[in-house]
């Protein structure tokens, strides 16, 4: 794992347990590969790939981008679950999960992916305990709708899930750490009292100058709150929050 601008939390005094909730994004952080992506390239008509272009221009919302490409669909439930059988999680993942478990940390899922993907998924690898916040998957083949049944009016990233939202209710019971990879975290990530990234959101905080931690694999998350937790001797700088 390289090395990145680390934080750390500045609610516990040093040498005290911390009260940790760990956010993860699911596609491209969780899973390998997106989950929504393989579904759209294996069953959507090829219009979702504009909507696609139109969302990074910035003349779309994810939400608005989400619905669009859902809409494209034209695959079973069985279809669906072809796909995402095959869809590989991280190594590290289960074992962080209850490595955090047997220590009192909360890990939830907050995605602007499709509930019903990820559920499917988490299931099959027998996670499916953990609390999901996703959009929600409506209808039946041939007519697939996306729902946003926990949107925020006004969200930042005019996403169909607001992690912000997420993250602020995750505060109230202890100091949030978040694990992402992608352009829908960016908002969030400067929410969280630990950042964890990889991808595009690690380039986006070396770019703003956004402290981070780095990581490869659950693996490496696993190690750095280790650290935090006082699970063996420390590896990762101590630098504290910045300051606004």
Known sequence: ???GRAVAPDRAPRGKRLVMRVICDFDGTITRRDST???LEALAEPEWRALQAEWEAGRLSGAECMRGQVEQIRGSAADLDAVLDGVELDPGF???VAWAEARGIGVSVVSNGVDYFIDRIL???GLQRLPVLANRLAGEAGAWRLEHPTGA???ANGSGVCKCAAA?????HGTVIFVGDGRSDFCVAGRAEVLIAKGALAA???ATGA???PFESFRDVQRTLGVLVGDRPSVVPDIVKAEP
């Open 168 to 172: 602020a209710a995750a505060a109230e």
């Open 94 to 96: 289960a074992d962080f």
């Open 211 to 213: 402290p981070y931690l």
């Open 123 to 125: 299931s099959r690898h």
């Open 204 to 206: 986006n905080a070396e």
């Open 37 to 39: 992506d393989l579904v």
């Open 1 to 3: 794992m390289t090395e």
């Open 153 to 155: 009016s006004g969200c």
